[in-house]
């Protein structure tokens, strides 16, 4: 079986985090688009329980910096800060004398989550077809506490994730992902019986990948990089569970 082609897949399968960008801001008409775009993706029962928040003071991103260790994110062309949000139905709720009790359960957490992940992908995908780039970041999750303060978010809402978008500075050559078979399957969930050869084969490609890339190539095959990240250890980000109930979610 092989893969069907049109303008968006090759866009698609042509995806790389762009890391390096041209100084250059985007344009007022740019970032609008771009949100029009995150605003026409799907959301959990239309509740469009999601914000965005651009950071456009340079003292902010340069905490920003600092909090996610990106340094590079200061040289992009806009910065996003994708942001669940319930706080604003909140406000419908009242107004409307209705029990918002569902809104603080981890039901409408996970709808939040999903609704940022929809959106903020859909983003990502509208710049690179405007020959913009850029990266998601979850390391904004370093310090929800400061990301909280620094963007005055109010109670039921919750800074997810960072999105750098710009002119690249860069081409990064693609990062080869697993073979279908090893995460697709047929009906129910079924490791393949020679996963570990396709496992061996797939960690070969990503050696061969990090160690030709044009830049920061390293020697670190798949299997490496999931034992390095279960390396970070169990006290890393441990004060987010209490972060996200401070800000009145997952009573339940
Ligand atoms: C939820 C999420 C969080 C991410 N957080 C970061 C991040 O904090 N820093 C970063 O440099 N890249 C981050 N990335 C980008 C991934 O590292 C990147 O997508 C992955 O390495 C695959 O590379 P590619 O996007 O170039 O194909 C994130 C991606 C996702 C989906």
Known sequence: MSRLNNVILDQLFNHTSIRHFQNK?????????????AQHAS??????????????????????????????????????????????NLQIAQA?????????????????????AVATQTILIAAESMGLGGTIMGSILNDSKRVIELLDLPELTFPLLGLAIGYPADKPEIK?????????????Y??????NAQLADY??????????????????SFSHHIVAELGRGHDVRKELLQTIRD???LVN
Do not use: C
Not at 49 to 65: E, G, H, M, N, R
Not at 176 to 188: E, I, L, N, V
């Open 25 to 37: 801001a985007l344009t007022a008409d740019q970032v609008t688009t771009l949100v029009e775009a």
């Open 43 to 88: 959301t959990s029962t239309f509740s469009q329980q999601y914000s965005i928040v651009s950071v456009t003071d340079p003292a902010v991103k340069q905490q920003l910096a600092e909090i996610t260790g990106h340094h590079w994110l200061v040289n992009s062309g806009h910065y996003f800060v994708m942001v669940a949000d319930q706080y604003r």
């Open 96 to 116: 409307n004398n209705a029990d918002p009790y569902i809104l603080h359960t981890t039901d409408k957490f996970l709808a939040s989550v999903f609704d940022v």
């Open 176 to 188: 080869p992902r697993m073979p279908q078979p090893a995460m697709h399957f047929d009906g129910s």
């Open 190 to 195: 079924k490791l393949p019986a020679d996963f």
């Open 203 to 220: 960690n070969q490609t990503v050696s061969d990948y990090y160690g030709s890339r044009s830049s920061n190539g390293r020697d670190e």
């Open 247 to 249: 800000q009145g979610f």
